[in-house]
């Protein structure tokens, strides 16, 4: 075997086997392309290249030439796509015939051969290309350069057997090895890209999860310093791609300040192995400069032989709305212990205010013509109503306390609370009043109304720091479509009564106004607010199932809009003043009351106004005394709150006995023991503590008659 021809082909080669390791480190870029423009390129790029190993073969013969033409061909045609190796045989035999010489048909003949045989073994294959063996390469190799050697009968007859003799043995020797190394080469790809289609695939499914959940991601290789934001994490907090450098600082610099050492601490805890993850809650600044409070989990992915931490990897979750719920549920529950200990504390002083009240009734009725004792006893009775007016507060703020719905007029309510406006004001606010001509009329609790007043004037004043103005306005507005509404849903078509307050105060901005009817949220300095008026307001609007919204802006002052639906009927006629003296009354009467203090001056009340009275201590007695004088008990008053069995129980077990008998309720607290729509049953009323003793005497005389009527 001659050592020139065997070095000469050994060297074609190696030029084959390089040139297409060039392509193979430049063919990526060919992925953007449509498939047909891709197979097209790819088969011109390989038969350029079987144009350079046959611009470097080996000589044989006058046009007679041997070259590595047909390993590349052979590996095109098995794993190329069909017309990729079509493109390239195209191009071979093109540049095969421009040559000439005597071997251009044989030259031809293996061009085809060699690709037409490498595609019907492709046909043949069982299994993917990137699973094909050295082996099986080389036996590719082996059939189709024994096949060249066939086609070397094309040669003119006695050049074919000299060249059959002195070249056959390099070939079989070089070639079948070269197809076998190139063709794993191009296996090797092709497994290299399929797994980095499924990585690909995997990342977009696993970036798509991810987008999908909110979570931004980021991975950090400690030593170097790199980090990787994801783009999620970067438009969590309103960033531009390029506007985050991928840095630890640039995450650094954007937590609140006041939780940075302590997510630091716990991010080096975990690296250093003192806990499983890395766990951490804290606000983190977006571009608009506010904060959002994120949860940020990670792990450490990879340490090094000393266990010190090479890589930690993670996620951002925006808990914003999470963080913002649980505050408001903690408001809610603060709400709740406060309301409560606010009810507790407006029961017991309406106890006591009633036996101020009742007593100092008592007394005035005893002075007859004594001016001069009378007014210190209406002073007594002034002070006793504020106090009424402070629990009434309380027990609105708590929701403890009943709504007195009636018909008023909007406008009338307005007239009334003026009179308070001037104590809650300074002298250097104006206050201004236009109240609508076509006076309108809700159903409401006037003293309820009157509390909102009196908030939104206060929390108007305390916005206006010098010289100033409030407004108050009342309208009969009729909607034919729905009005947005700052809080809340927008209000729906119908006629409301409008009652707004403006002030010329501060204002206040987006975010304040966001906030302004949460309870404790106030503005105002520590000791100058408790965040509860304008929340007191929300709750007493909602409940009256209206509307209320806040249109402001800093600087330039506050305006409140109160919506309420209005009815078409006239308001409810105010009751005139009452003269001390009230008409005697008869009957029997069951009192039930745990208090002794209120129950002896009731006790005392009802007897000198002609009434027989049957005392209870609580529940329990004042079913026995019942059951003891059930004939002769023409009404019974209970207190909703007693040891051992409260009012609505010992109601309930009074009807047992006699289902006909009147029950008037006691209480300071709420309908919420009574029970929703007991109030509307037949025989039952309710009195409001503190009591008012002409109110008691006068729903006993509008109760008794019917009963002394039907038995009669």
């Not at 304008?534 to 402001?552: C, F």
């Not at 009195?687 to 002394?708: A, D, F, S, V, W």
């Amino acid at each position: 075997m001659d050592s020139h021809i065997l070095i000469n082909l050994i060297n074609n080669a190696a030029l084959l086997l390089a040139m297409c390791l060039v392509y193979d480190a430049l063919s990526a870029r060919e992925e953007q392309l449509k498939p047909g423009i891709r197979q097209i390129l790819s088969g011109t790029i390989l038969g350029t290249i079987c144009i350079a190993v046959m611009l470097n073969p080996l000589h044989w013969q006058q046009g007679i030439i041997f070259d590595t033409r047909s390993v590349l061909l052979c590996v095109a045609g098995l794993f190329f796509a069909p017309l990729t190796a079509f493109t390239t045989m195209i191009i071979a035999v093109a540049y095969r015939i421009h040559l000439g010489g005597n071997g251009v048909w044989m030259g031809v003949a293996v061009i085809l051969a060699s690709g037409s045989i490498a595609m019907i073994w492709k046909s043949m294959k069982k299994t993917g290309l990137e699973a094909t063996s050295l082996a099986e390469l080389y036996v590719l190799g082996l059939i189709v350069h024994l096949v060249m050697l066939v086609l070397m009968a094309l040669l003119p007859g006695p050049i074919a057997m000299q060249t059959l003799g002195q070249i056959g043995i390099p070939i079989l020797v070089v070639y079948p090895v070269a197809t076998a190394l190139l063709g794993k080469l191009m296996a090797n790809r092709r497994a290299r890209n399929q797994a980095d289609a499924a990585l690909k695939e995997s990342e977009e499914r696993w970036q798509y999860a991810l987008e999908g959940s909110g979570d931004g991601v980021w991975d950090h290789e400690i030593q170097t310093g790199k980090v990787f934001y994801s783009d999620q994490w970067k438009r969590m907090l309103g960033f531009a791609r390029s506007e985050i450098a991928h840095t630890p600082e640039s995450w650094k610099e954007l937590i609140h300040p006041e939780d940075r050492e302590k997510v630091l601490e716990e991010l080096h805890r975990h690296q250093r192995g003192e806990s499983p993850e890395y766990l951490a809650e804290y606000r983190i600044r977006c571009k608009d400069n506010s904060y959002k409070w994120v949860l940020a989990r990670g792990k450490v992915t990879a340490r090094d032989q000393h266990g010190n931490a090479l890589r930690i990897v993670g996620t951002h979750t925006d808990i914003t709305d999470r963080r913002l719920l649980e505050e408001q549920l903690r408001q809610a529950q603060k709400m709740e212990a406060v309301g409560q200990l606010a009810g507790g504390v407006a029961h017991d002083f309406n106890n006591i205010l009633t036996t101020i009240i009742g007593r100092t009734y008592l007394l005035q009725s005893k002075l007859g013509d004594r001016k001069d004792l009378l007014v210190h006893a209406e002073q007594v009775t002034l002070a006793a109503e504020r106090a009424t007016a402070l629990t009434q507060g309380l027990l609105s703020f708590s929701r403890e306390q009943v709504l007195d719905l009636r018909r008023i007029s909007l406008n009338e309510t307005v007239r009334k609370a003026s009179n308070i406006f001037s104590r809650l004001v300074r002298e250097d606010i104006e206050i201004s009043i236009q109240l609508s001509e076509e006076n309108p009329v809700i159903c409401a609790d006037e003293s309820q109304i009157i509390q909102v007043l009196m908030n939104l004037v206060t929390n108007a004043r305390d916005a206006i720091a010098g010289p100033g103005t409030i407004g108050i306005i009342t309208e009969a507005v009729v909607l034919d479509q729905y009005l947005p509404m700052t809080t809340g849903g927008p209000i729906p078509p119908g006629s409301y009564a409008a009652l707004s307050v403006t002030d010329t105060g501060s204002g206040m901005n987006g975010e304040t106004q966001k906030r302004i009817f949460e309870p404790f949220y106030t503005t105002k300095e520590v000791g100058k607010g408790t965040g509860l008026g304008l929340s007191v307001v929300y709750g007493i609007i909602e409940r009256h199932n209206g509307y209320i919204s806040v249109q402001s802006d800093a600087g330039k002052g506050s305006t409140f809009s109160v919506y309420l639906t209005a009815l078409a009927e006239q308001s409810e006629p105010q009751p005139v003043n009452e003269a001390l003296v009230i008409p005697k009354g008869r009957g029997t009467i069951l009192l039930a009351e745990d208090e002794n203090s209120v129950r002896q001056m009731l006790k005392t009340i009802l007897t000198e106004n002609g009434y027989r009275v049957i005392e209870a201590v609580n529940g329990v007695d004042a079913v026995l005394r019942f059951s003891e004088n059930r004939h002769a008990i023409d009404l019974v008053l209970l207190d909703m709150i007693m040891p051992r069995m409260n009012g609505r129980e010992a109601r309930e077990e009074i009807l047992k006995t006699r289902r006909d008998v009147k029950v008037l309720f006691m209480s300071g607290y709420s309908g919420e023991i009574l029970g929703e729509g007991s109030l509307e049953q037949e025989g039952v009323g309710f009195i409001h503590k503190p009591i008012n003793p002409r109110e008691i005497i006068r729903q006993l005389q509008e109760t008794l008659p019917k009963r002394n009527t039907e038995s009669s």
